[in-house]
Structure formats: structure tokens, C-alpha cells
């Protein structure tokens, strides 16, 4: 299990670009995929990007495809420490929420549902206004 810390929510007005980071610490080897969700007041969680960290594939849903870009750096040669990026581009109102990365062991990174990751950061908000 890896510890996750989310970094890069703000403000920015629609039309701007943001980045969220998220360094994961820890035992790495075993973060085969990482996503990004986020989550509306009141509303359940969905995925807006997904990372198989062994293959670099990168998957969205079609609400934010060609906008939001997700990318991996590692930053330690040990493995211990890596970052995921969530580059946000064009950004509406509709995107304001609450920013969360999960990592877990799915090696396809096709599982889309919560239960597939055992570890969450704390989440960062993004707020865009008109």
C-alpha cells in the first residue's frame, strides 16, 4: 500500500488549465494503476483518468477526452516515490468538484469501481467559474 498526496486544486476561471499532482509514497511496485475521480457535492464519484503505470496506457471518459491528460513521473530510482499528473485543459464550470487519485493492483487498469484501489489521497477542490 502507498500513501497519496494530491496537490494543484485552485480556482481558475473557464477556458484555463490546472494541474493536479499526486506523489505517491511507499511501496510502488505493487501501484500498477493509478486514477484520477472526482465527485460532486452529493453525488457519487466517477473516473475522469485512468493510468496502467507498466504499459503508460491512459484512459478517459468522453467528458473530458482531449481536455485532461494524466502522465507519470518517477522521481526516485528506488521505486519508493512517483508523481501522476493530471493535466486540465479547457476547463468548464462543469468540471468543479473534488479531485481524488487512487492507486491499486489492477494491472489492465480497467476496474472503474472503488473497491479496485486501497489507497485514496485526500482529495483537492477545483472550483472554475464562468
Known amino acids: 500500500q502507498v500513501q497519496l498526496v494530491e496537490s494543484g486544486g485552485g480556482s481558475v476561471q473557464a477556458g484555463g488549465s490546472l494541474r493536479l499532482s499526486c506523489v505517491a509514497i511507499?511501496?510502488?511496485?505493487?501501484?500498477?494503476?493509478v486514477t484520477w475521480f472526482r465527485q460532486y457535492e452529493g453525488k457519487e464519484r466517477e473516473w475522469v483518468a485512468a493510468l496502467a503505470t507498466r504499459t503508460g496506457r491512459a484512459d478517459y471518459p468522453d467528458s473530458v477526452k482531449g481536455r485532461f491528460t494524466v502522465s507519470q513521473d518517477n522521481i526516485s530510482p528506488d521505486n519508493t516515490k512517483s508523481v501522476v499528473y493530471l493535466q486540465m485543459n479547457d476547463l468548464t464550470p462543469a468540471d468543479s468538484a473534488v479531485y481524488t487519485c487512487?492507486?491499486?493492483?489492477?494491472?489492465?487498469?480497467?476496474?472503474?469501481?472503488?473497491?479496485?484501489?486501497?489507497?485514496w489521497g485526500q482529495g483537492t477542490k477545483v472550483t472554475v467559474s464562468s
Open positions: 511507499g511501496y510502488t511496485d505493487t501501484m500498477n494503476c
Open positions: 487512487a492507486a491499486g493492483a489492477d494491472y489492465s487498469c480497467t476496474l472503474r469501481r472503488e473497491f479496485a484501489f486501497n489507497s
